[in-house]
């Protein structure tokens, strides 16, 4: 097989959002720790290695979760302090390389290519990404190193927790043909299950298959992709830069909402968390979504544009609420199991320094801008809208 010249690293924080809680209540290390909506539909954000020996996963229902794991400390997300953290180990990232591409706040692709002759080998990057996210957050990552981004990612799925592996070309074969054909990118519950049924169990059964049943799982245009991922080739990019699609926040509730007012106090709840995060990036966005979902799970969606590009909470509030009035008068018996903000269409070209006579008054956006402080320096929910206050007590 060819050498491909790239050099690409794949960072994955292990068990990030459970990690951070352990790192800040050190009573936590050893315990079963579990991080995610606390409700009775609450979800299962991130969990340790502790609580995944009794079977708990990412996505799994909490209530699923308590029942295979009552003794685990249960924590809801606190996710301006991840950001915060994160924001250091994306800082280590930009110190070996400009060329990262973020998944995630605890998760990125390094193209490194252009590194190599300043730290010598993709090895000593990896070590030295490694050791520098250790020393300034006290949290292990997991890197996997490779001449593609297919192979860097199995090379940090491998060797967690606290991995570093570094997967040759002239391994592939070794580490790949074992593995479950289900652990394959692109392949998704119904693609193995039609693997299964025509024998191909693992990744180098696929690659001793015939045409004929390949294409017979899988249909011929997958199965050409999927041959060329199991032998090792990958040829996407990693790429900069990509531009904020969307920034939403969204509640799911214990009990259903069934008067406007209540859910117009959830509804700015969730407006002073994206127009925060909006600010924090500097990004104004052109269009306000609200998504809002009735028992037990049908869901609505409304979008309006802003007068102009904003971020200011009370311009997000102002068409969010009038999309959830509109939406409320429309039906006899409105009733919510889940209500969301999302904002979206980011104009560059509106920058904080640009006024317009439709933009919200200094007074709000002063406002705004002590509340993001104070937030930031003594924990998200620290300063809220009076508005607010009857969303507490409910989380």
């Keep these: 097989m060819p050498h491909d010249p790239r050099a690409i690293i794949h960072v994955d924080m292990d068990a990030f959002y459970a990690s951070v809680e352990e790192l800040d209540d050190p009573t936590l290390v050893g315990k079963p720790v579990i991080v995610g909506g606390l409700g009775r539909r609450g979800v299962v954000s991130t ?30 997300p606190r996710h301006d302090r991840y950001a915060a953290i994160s924001a250091v ?10 060329m990262i591409e973020g998944l995630s706040l605890d998760e990125a692709f390094l193209d490194v290519t252009g590194s190599l002759r300043l730290f010598s080998s993709i ?7 490694k050791e520098t996210i250790r020393e300034r957050t006290g949290l292990n990552a997991s890197v996997g190193m490779a001449h593609n981004k297919l192979l860097a990612k199995l090379g940090s799925e491998l060797s967690k927790p606290n991995g570093f592996l570094h997967i040759h070309p002239d391994e592939v074969r070794g580490y790949l043909d074992p593995l479950p054909i289900g652990r394959m990118w692109t392949v998704g519950k119904v693609a193995e299950e039609a693997l299964h049924k ?23 245009r997958h199965a050409a992709t999927l041959r060329q991922l199991c032998l090792g080739e990958d040829n996407r990019p990693v790429v900069t830069d990509a531009p904020e699609v969307s920034i939403g926040a969204e509640w799911t509730f214990d009990l259903d909402v069934e008067d406007l007012p209540t859910a117009e106090a959830w509804l700015l709840r969730q ?13 104004k966005a052109r269009t306000v979504s609200v998504k809002l979902r009735e028992p037990p799970f ?20 102002a068409v ?15 009733k919510l199991r889940l209500l969301g903000v999302t904002l979206s269409g980011f104009d560059a070209r509106h920058g904080d320094e640009q006024q317009d006579m439709f933009a919200a008054p200094s007074g709000e956006k002063r406002s ?3 509340q993001d402080r104070i937030n930031e320096r003594f924990g998200a929910g620290a300063l809220v809208r009076a508005g607010v206050l009857k969303t507490r007590g409910r989380e």
């Design 47 to 76: 969990c340790n290695y502790e609580a995944r020996k009794y079977g708990v996963r990412s996505a799994m229902p909490t209530s699923e979760a308590r029942r295979r794991c009552p003794q685990a400390v249960y924590i809801h």
């Design 89 to 98: 180990v994306f800082d280590v990232f930009a110190e070996v390389t400009p």
């Design 123 to 129: 090895e000593a990057i990896g070590r030295r990404v």
């Design 198 to 220: 025509v024998g191909i169990r693992t990744i180098g059964d696929l690659l001793r298959a015939d045409a004929w049943r390949l294409n017979k799982a899988v249909g011929e």
């Design 271 to 283: 407006c002073e968390r994206v127009g925060a995060r909006a600010r924090g990036r500097e990004v």
């Design 298 to 317: 049908v869901t609505h969606s409304r979008q309006a544009q802003l007068p102009v590009p904003g971020n200011a909470t009370p311009d997000i509030y």
């Design 320 to 334: 969010a609420r009038r999309l959830l009035n509109v939406w409320w008068h429309q039906h006899p018996r409105p």
């Design 368 to 370: 705004d801008g002590v």
